[in-house]
C-alpha cells in the first residue's frame, strides 16, 4: 500500500470537508423540497373570509316596502354602497380557504323612495358558519351512536373513548370537597412559600 506524502493530507481533508458539505447541502435541499406540497400543509396558508354571510332565513325575511333601516337589521349593514348607485346595496361575500377552491356569493338589494322594492342573487346557505359546525358535531355524535348500536347488535364489544359516568362523578366530588387533589392546570397560581 502507497502512503500519501505529507504535503497531500491537508488538500485530502479539505477535498472531504468540501464532498461532506456538498452532501448536507443536497440532502437539505430534497428534504425541503418533499415538505413543500401542500399535503403536508408548509408553507401554512391562511383562510380569508371577506364580506357579508347572509342565510335564506334572513333572504325569506325581505319584504316589498320595507325600510333601509329594516333591511339593515335583518342583513346587516351592506359591504358596499355606491354614491353613484345609492338606491342599490351589495352584499358580496367571498371564502378562499388555506387550500381549495374559493366560494363566492353576492346578493344585491334595490330602494326606490327609500323602500326596498326588489332583491336578486345567489343562493344563499341555511344556516350561519358557527351553526354548521354544531350540526356537524351533532351529526358526528348521531354516526357514532349509530355505530355503537351497530356493534352492541353483531355481538361486538362497544368501544367507548369517554370516562364511565361513575369515574366522571366521584372527581367531580373529589375536587368539590378537596380542592388540593385536582391537579394545577395551566395559569393556576402556584401556591405561596412559607
Request: glycine fraction near 8%; include cysteine; aromatic fraction near 8%.
Amino acid at each position: 500500500m502507497a502512503r500519501l506524502s505529507p504535503q497531500l493530507l491537508p488538500a485530502r481533508r479539505r477535498a472531504r470537508r468540501g464532498l461532506s458539505a456538498g452532501l448536507a447541502a443536497a440532502a437539505m435541499v430534497a428534504l425541503l423540497a418533499g415538505c413543500s406540497g401542500e399535503k403536508w400543509g408548509f408553507p401554512y396558508r391562511a383562510s380569508v373570509q371577506q364580506g357579508n354571510w347572509i342565510t335564506q332565513e334572513q333572504v325569506a325575511t325581505l319584504q316589498e316596502g320595507m325600510t333601509r333601516e329594516q333591511v339593515r337589521f335583518v342583513l346587516g349593514s351592506p359591504t358596499l354602497t355606491s354614491v353613484l348607485h345609492a338606491d342599490r346595496w351589495d352584499y358580496p361575500y367571498f371564502y378562499q380557504p388555506g387550500t381549495g377552491d374559493p366560494q363566492q356569493r353576492l346578493f344585491t338589494v334595490w330602494f326606490e323612495n327609500d323602500r326596498l322594492v326588489r332583491w336578486q342573487g345567489d343562493e344563499q346557505p341555511e344556516v350561519q358558519p358557527f351553526q354548521q359546525a354544531e350540526r356537524d358535531v351533532q351529526r358526528s355524535r348521531r354516526e357514532s351512536a349509530d355505530d355503537t348500536r351497530q356493534q352492541e347488535r353483531d355481538g361486538e364489544p362497544a368501544t367507548r373513548a369517554t370516562a364511565p359516568a361513575a369515574e366522571v362523578q366521584q372527581a367531580g366530588e373529589a375536587a368539590a370537597t378537596n380542592p388540593s387533589s385536582v391537579p394545577a392546570g395551566p395559569g393556576s397560581a402556584p401556591e405561596p412559600l412559607r
